[in-house]
């Protein structure tokens, strides 16, 4: 058995190796030290303008916190209105949607007013165009008016001229009128007076109700005063109950 060569040279010992980036000063190592000991640390103490930022900062939230409570306090109680509102805006938007105009046309117009006893009236149409600054020429137009027992007419027509400041509806081709009692009555054109509650035609009437058929020339209907008035020659058909009267 042969013994190891001895690595050392003359059975001396070898020098230590060190690194250098790891060597340090007893200097830098005692520095080092204190700043991880806890005990050598100092609190810093606030100063006065320190103090009175703080306490300003706490001031205003004894104020803002009750204030941002009563805000959402009130918009909870509010929401309820709000919600009501934002529906009917919704509706509104709705119904505005199905209006457009367009180079002085207007699709679904409605007119209000109040005839000279204070009664109000109605007047719509599938399509307006502003001919002048009076002047509306309307397609499939319709007038819905009370009377003063409590009564309604209908008026429709497949076009019309509504004059506004005069309160003028100029009917013609298919005018009907109806009206809640059970009158009916046909005729090619018709001139209505909104304001005076007076429809006047000089073309053929035909007309069914409860009284019976007629056909005649001409007539007045006085809305407001319940008078009929036609033209001949003409005829007439009463119903046998009227017979028997």
Not at 46 to 54: E, H, M, S
């Amino acid at each position: 058995m042969t013994d190891r060569p001895d690595d050392t040279d003359g059975g001396s010992i070898p020098e230590r190796i060190e690194r250098e980036d790891y060597t340090r000063s007893a200097d830098d190592v005692e520095r080092q030290r204190s700043i991880f000991d806890l005990s050598t640390r100092t609190r810093l103490l606030p100063n006065a303008a320190d103090l009175a930022r703080r306490q300003t900062i706490m001031r205003s939230a004894k104020w803002m916190l009750p204030l941002l409570a009563l805000i959402l306090l009130g918009s909870i109680a509010a929401w309820p209105a709000v919600e009501r509102a934002v529906i009917m805006h919704t509706g509104t938007m709705a119904q505005m949607n199905h209006v457009r105009v367009k180079s002085g046309s207007m699709l679904n117009p409605t007119y209000r007013g109040l005839d000279e006893h204070g009664h109000p009236y109605m007047i719509t149409a599938d399509e307006a165009r502003q001919v002048s600054s009076e002047r509306i020429d309307l397609t499939n137009a319709a007038a819905d008016t009370l009377m003063d027992n409590g009564n309604w007419l209908y008026v429709t027509a497949n076009e019309g001229v509504y004059i506004q400041h005069a309160q003028m509806l100029d009917l013609t081709h298919a005018v009907t009128l109806y009206r809640n009692d059970g009158t009916l009555m046909l005729t090619p054109t018709a001139d209505i007076d909104m304001r005076h509650n007076i429809i006047v035609t000089d073309s053929w009437i035909h007309g069914e109700g409860p009284v019976g058929v007629m056909d005649v020339q001409g007539g007045m209907l006085d809305i407001h005063g319940g008078i009929m008035m036609f033209r001949g020659p003409g005829r007439m058909i009463l119903n046998a109950a009227e017979r028997s009267n």
